[in-house]
């Protein structure tokens, strides 16, 4: 059974950093390309950031570009989304899916809350 | 940016009937590659989406065949026949042919 299990959110102030994780299991992770998607509160879904399997190839919505860094570790199974100066408008539920026949997988969603 | 534009925004529908959703793009969703890479999404209330239909009318595991869609280029339609209590929450159409890849901004299905 294909599982993802995102963690490291929470409260931070704006202008810091926080670095998201997803646990997946159930599937050769190093065979796919991964995305975080993300969702704010009671607002529609919104794509963040593409790595291709090998993570040789990234992509970003431009309101991310430079601030946020989407990486993997194939021997650990584990994808990755280093955010830095978040900003008010970054608060969302984000969510690791696996692009297979497009996102065809998604975790439960953790929740980021960018406040002073 | 591709901008997919749903309608209608909510839908209210009885128990056994039948319904439709349309996505519209801003331009073609076919790829360089030949595949059209526009996908049909439902989020049921509290939980993370979930994969319907991928590539405009390829049912996902273990979706019911209820579930139908069609369409090419920049029109594309989502076909929900016999109406459950379980389809009930909001659709997403969602594009993957250009980037930034962008969503719809959503149908909610409702009981009449």
Not at chain 2, 2 to 16: A, D, E, I, R
Request: proline share 4%; charged share 15%; glycine share 10%.
């Amino acid at each position: 059974e294909v599982q993802l299990v995102e963690s490291g959110g929470g409260l931070v102030q704006p202008g810091r950093s926080m670095k998201l994780s997803c646990a997946a299991s159930g599937f050769t992770f190093s065979n796919y390309g991964m995305a975080w998607v993300r969702q704010a509160p009671t607002k529609g879904l919104e794509w963040v950031a593409t790595i291709s399997y090998d993570g040789s190839s990234t992509y970003y919505r431009d309101s991310v570009k430079g601030r946020f860094t989407i990486s993997r570790d194939n021997a650990k199974s584990t994808l990755y989304l280093q955010m830095n100066s978040l900003r008010s408008e970054d608060t969302a539920t984000y969510y690791c899916t696996r692009r297979g026949t497009g996102s065809d997988y998604w975790g439960q969603g953790v929740m980021v809350t960018v406040s002073s | 940016d591709v901008v997919m534009t749903q309608t209608p925004v909510s839908l209210s529908v009885s128990l056994g009937g039948q319904t439709s959703i349309s996505c519209r793009s801003s331009q073609s969703l076919v790829h360089s590659d030949g595949n059209t890479y526009l996908y049909w999404y439902l989020q049921k209330p509290g939980q993370s989406p979930q994969l319907l239909i991928y590539k405009v009318s390829n049912r996902f595991s273990g979706v019911p065949d209820r579930f139908s869609g069609s369409g090419s280029g920049t029109d594309f339609t989502l076909k929900i026949s016999r109406v459950e209590p379980e389809d009930l929450g909001v659709y997403y159409c969602y594009q993957g042919t250009h980037y930034p890849h962008t969503f719809g901004a959503g149908t909610k299905l409702e009981l009449k």
